[in-house]
């Protein structure tokens, strides 16, 4: 609602602005808006010690390349094991440096000594990884004693955030220490884990950029979705919709703000941009009336 455009204006005359969070930081897209590919991020090494004398991976199967906004496929792993299975087994899978250790939950017994691991993953999976990955597919028995590991290429495809339904003011009079609140939702194909940051700007009537460094470009502020009310009014945490607020001062310009919405997700991916212009008008003039 109307209140929100102004208080960035309000916020930033009070100098209370904090520091620059500009999207352009790490992950920036390259000189043609692409975002850089996250190859090399090999994994650090094994999920498990490979100490394991009776397992092994012997085949994988996953996608050569997994899309933007996949619905689950399969990824499986078909393990032996010398001692028959004679102590239950933890299949494991992780794609990226760092990535989430996945497990593969037993999908069939091929013999006496051989069994299908398998489990669905979708799109989500990619979150925080671009381009091409390698996944990692291990077995381990009794006190993690795992077996060689066994890995595979993947083409991980990762889009950028969407912004929508900005919650933003059509005109607002300029009440001296009124609070404003400021909204917009955003979402990610590969899922709310990739979403790295929901900024917004604004241009002031006379044309300049709000903010406390005034620096060409704008001053970048970051919204938050933590579910805490008295920190910039936000509702409910990991919701999908952000906020922030601030006050109106009482030397704020008069005339038209521009808010500019974007996203970066954590491959450096930037959102379409969405603008809302709000009018701060003069209080009414009670004298007169």
């Given at each position: 609602?109307?209140?929100?455009?102004?208080?960035?204006?309000?916020l930033c005359l009070l100098?209370?602005?904090?520091?620059?969070?500009?999207?352009t930081g790490g992950g920036t897209p390259d000189g043609n808006g692409n975002p850089p590919d996250n190859e090399g991020n090999g994994n650090s090494g094994p999920i498990f010690e490979e100490n394991s004398t009776s397992l092994e991976v012997v085949a994988v199967e996953a996608p050569d390349t997994l899309h933007s906004g996949s619905q689950p496929v399969l990824f499986a792993a078909t393990v032996e094991d010398s001692a028959q299975f004679a102590e239950q087994i933890e299949v494991a899978m992780r794609v990226g440096q760092g990535g989430e250790v996945r497990t593969l939950l037993l999908h069939d017994s091929l013999s006496s000594n051989t069994a299908l691991f398998s489990a669905m993953f979708d799109?989500?999976?990619?979150?925080?990884?671009?381009?091409?990955?390698?996944?990692?597919?291990?077995?381990?028995?009794a006190?993690?004693?795992?077996?060689?590991?066994?890995?595979?290429?993947?083409?991980?495809?990762n889009e950028p955030p969407?912004?929508?339904e900005p919650d933003t003011p059509d005109t607002l009079q300029r009440l001296t220490g009124a609070r404003i609140q400021l909204y917009i939702s955003a979402s990610d194909p590969?899922?709310?884990?990739?979403i790295d940051s929901v900024y917004f700007k604004f241009r002031k009537?006379?044309?300049?950029?709000?903010?406390?460094?005034?620096?060409?470009?704008?001053?970048?502020?970051?919204?938050?979705?933590?579910?805490?009310?008295?920190?910039?009014?936000?509702?409910?945490?990991?919701?999908?919709?952000?906020?922030?607020?601030?006050?109106?001062?009482?030397?704020a310009l008069l005339g038209t703000y521009t808010v500019i919405f974007f996203s970066r997700d954590k491959v450096g991916n930037l959102s379409g941009i969405i603008q809302a212009d709000f009018e701060l008008v003069p209080l009414p003039d009670l004298k007169n009336d």
């Open positions: 609602m109307v209140r929100r455009l102004g208080g960035l204006v309000a100098g209370a602005c904090g520091g620059d969070s500009s999207p799109s989500t999976l990619a979150a925080g990884f671009s381009g091409t990955q390698t996944l990692q597919f291990q077995a381990a028995g006190e993690a004693s795992g077996s060689k590991t066994l890995t595979k290429e993947i083409y991980l495809k969407v912004l929508f590969q899922g709310y884990g990739d009537p006379d044309g300049s950029f709000g903010g406390a460094s005034e620096k060409e470009g704008g001053f970048h502020f970051v919204l938050v979705d933590n579910g805490i009310w008295r920190h910039h009014g936000d509702e409910k945490e990991g919701d999908g919709r952000f906020a922030f607020n601030f006050s109106i001062v009482e030397n």
